[in-house]
């Protein structure tokens, strides 16, 4: 009896202890936050947030994240909009182009992150003060962290400049077109030329704009993007300036006027190549062994003087209404945007965080010595304009994109007329839009 009693008395307490313990992890379930983050589809990028998400979830018991690359749709902004209409959002994003913000703040979709008490100092201490002043909303508060950016600029190869006897990059508009002068030409004798200086698409599709007009743009305007305190400011010298560029480079036949297939600048048929820091990798792969590439700057207008500025391709990260825990999605963003995580972002996706001294910090210099070519995006990275957060803006580049067309591509309109004219478009655009 006394043996049974032994046993019955370990059976109710391993019973006791048991459901003690159920109780503590049921418990301490309770207690563990959850956090959807959804991050670009893309495989780099994915592989970045898998590795950066593990991190975290090792080293944090109380607040968990669950990663989804955000759902497949013509553009993700349609996703996010769609998702905010739905109540359906994530926590946290860092997919969010910066045209699509002021849509994303009027729907009330975003967290305002300055209430944070260390947002401020946060990201002044990482972001350039007059890059993060590009990215404050009309209202005058932020919506979003800047992240990274692929700032746009012109790959080279070298040795068809050397060979047609062209020593240095061009800085300014007449010696790019000098350059496209002795680089552009019949290399067969046929009569046909079948060497270019350089190539853009044709189809009037209003992103195409962003690699030609508006990259240029912001370089020969000194850092303007297409509105100042709401209020159109693209019909003015520098827009005139570029669309006179590319008008004499197509009217010279410097750029072919028709739609390649396949990469002709990794073939050697094309001298030059408007890029971000992403088609070092894919050239890398690529090339032929002897291939020599290099990168210069976007060239400015001759009496153009000061630093010259390009297109960033700036992607943020922001948190959105719907979550129930905004300190906490706060401090795993701090997380994404830390210099290790900064690391590994150029490790993996090479693509450019939005960070000061970049170039120079110790923590990259591995990095830089090893990938030499990618440097140069890196020192431009601070001298980069985004988007502006307006609406319509889609629309707008729609009609700068065919007044391109007419003008610059097939000489139809004179420079003046039709900057006047994609600026009267865009004012009707927004003036309708605001009707409705």
């Known amino acids: 009896m006394r043996y049974i009693s032994v046993v019955s008395f370990f059976i109710v307490f391993w019973i006791f202890a048991c459901n003690g313990s159920k109780e503590k992890i049921y418990a301490d379930n309770e207690k563990v936050i959850k956090l959807t983050y959804w991050c670009a589809s893309n495989p780099q990028e994915i592989k970045l947030a898998k590795e950066l998400v593990g991190k975290w979830n090792s080293t944090h018991d109380d607040v968990k994240i669950e990663l989804q690359p955000i759902p497949a749709s013509q553009s993700s902004e349609e996703v996010l909009l769609a998702a905010i209409a739905g109540k ?145 400011i693209f019909d003015n010298e520098a827009s005139v300036k570029v669309f006179k560029l590319f008008q004499d480079i197509y009217a010279n036949g410097y750029f072919p006027i028709t739609e390649f297939q396949g990469d002709n600048f990794i073939a050697e048929r094309l001298a030059t190549n408007i890029t971000g820091p992403w088609n070092i990798a894919y050239v890398e792969k690529f090339k032929s062994s002897d291939f020599e590439y290099d990168i210069f700057p976007i060239p400015v207008p001759d009496d153009y003087s000061g630093p010259v500025y390009t297109y960033g391709d700036h992607k943020n990260i922001a948190i959105f209404s719907t979550t129930k825990y905004p300190k906490e999605a706060w401090a795993f963003a701090k997380f994404l945007v830390s210099p290790e995580s900064d690391l590994r972002l150029l490790e993996i996706c090479s693509q450019i965080p939005i960070r000061k001294n970049l170039s120079t910090d110790s923590l990259y210099t591995e990095y830089f010595t090893s990938h030499p070519k990618i440097v140069k995006f890196a020192q431009q990275a601070p001298l980069t304009r985004g988007v502006d957060g307006v609406s319509d803006l889609k629309e707008i580049f729609d009609g700068i994109s065919q007044e391109y067309e007419v003008c610059a591509i097939y000489g139809k309109r004179s420079a003046e007329e039709a900057v006047r004219k994609a600026a009267k478009r865009a004012k009707v655009i927004i003036d309708w839009n605001r009707s409705r």
Not at 91 to 97: F, G, T
């Open 88 to 232: 359906t959002t994530p926590d946290i994003c860092s997919n969010m182009w910066p045209g699509a913000m002021d849509d994303f703040v009027l729907s009330g979709g975003l967290v305002r992150l300055d209430q944070f008490p260390d947002f401020v100092d946060y990201i002044t201490e990482r972001v350039p003060k007059d890059l993060l002043e590009s990215f404050r909303s009309p209202d005058g508060h932020f919506y979003q962290i800047p992240w990274k950016t692929n700032p746009l600029m012109i790959m080279y190869n070298v040795k068809m400049f050397r060979e047609a006897g062209v020593d240095q990059t061009p800085k300014t508009y007449s010696e790019f077109l000098e350059a496209a002068k002795k680089i552009t030409k019949d290399i067969d004798g046929d009569g046909m030329i079948d060497q270019w200086f350089g190539y853009r698409s044709l189809k009037p599709i209003w992103w195409q704009r962003l690699f030609d007009y508006y990259t240029f743009y912001i370089a020969a305007s000194g850092g303007k993007t297409l509105f100042k305190d709401s209020e159109i």
